[in-house]
């Protein structure tokens, strides 16, 4: 049996390559989420862990969150999936798609804790990947912006065919996938998910040259 973790931030490249190792036949240890030290945001996005967690009971997954700082994460990540490997989870699947810095830090992190690095949209088209998770029938929302080039007016908007095409009127050098840290999303319904995540009550909010989605309220709908 092929346990795995899935780093996960909450947004769409993971959790479509959570989806993609699940039907090359990997079985889901857990979905790993990497907080801030008060344990109150995860560190990829800014989300609320409270909405992670949501997530994970949508999807009905196991979720492991992990209190870290900037300064010992590293090493805080490296002994949570060596702890992992001990329980008999022996690959790890990732959602980067080109960003080569990041996956040198992968490789020598799974490398340490002697773990198998899964990346299934490694240097995959853009476009295909926006488009593919898409057409699997996942449905995601606009959570942050980078302020300088996306507005707050962007938040909340749902990443399908009309935001795409939207985005690429906008400007045709952001990445359809964001990938250089553009916008990112929170995901809320899927082949994966056994309810669906409706988000309410939300507002938006400028922190650090970013736009924020607050949201008030989370609920979890059967579909």
């Known amino acids: 049996m092929k346990k795995a973790f899935i780093s996960w931030s909450g947004g769409k490249d993971c959790c479509q390559s959570a989806y993609q190792a699940v039907q090359q036949g990997f079985q889901v240890a857990c979905l790993l989420n990497m907080v801030t030290n008060d344990k109150r945001r995860s560190c990829s996005h800014g989300l609320s862990i409270r909405w992670i967690r949501l997530q994970a009971e949508a999807m009905g997954l196991p979720l492991l969150q992990q209190a870290t700082t900037s300064a010992n994460y590293e090493a805080i990540y490296t002994s949570t999936i060596s702890k992992l490997k001990a329980e008999g989870v022996n690959y790890g699947v990732f959602g980067d ?50 302020a300088d080039l996306l507005g707050e007016e962007w938040l909340g908007r749902k990443f399908d065919a ?32 056994k309810k669906r995540l409706e988000l309410q009550d939300t507002k938006t909010e400028k922190r650090n040259n970013h736009w924020y ?7 979890l709908v059967s579909k």
């Open 162 to 193: 009309a935001f795409l095409k939207e985005l690429s009127a906008h400007d045709d050098e952001i990445s359809p996938c964001g990938e250089a840290g553009e916008f990112h999303t929170i995901v809320v319904d899927g082949p994966l998910f």
């Open 97 to 146: 798609i080109d960003f080569n810095p990041h996956r040198e830090w992968i490789t020598r992190i799974c490398s340490n804790a002697k773990i198998m690095p899964i990346l299934p949209l490694w240097q995959e088209h853009h476009e295909d990947v926006a488009k593919n998770f898409i057409d699997l029938g996942f449905e995601a929302i606009v959570i942050a912006t980078q």
């Open 213 to 219: 989605l607050k949201i008030g309220k989370g609920i």
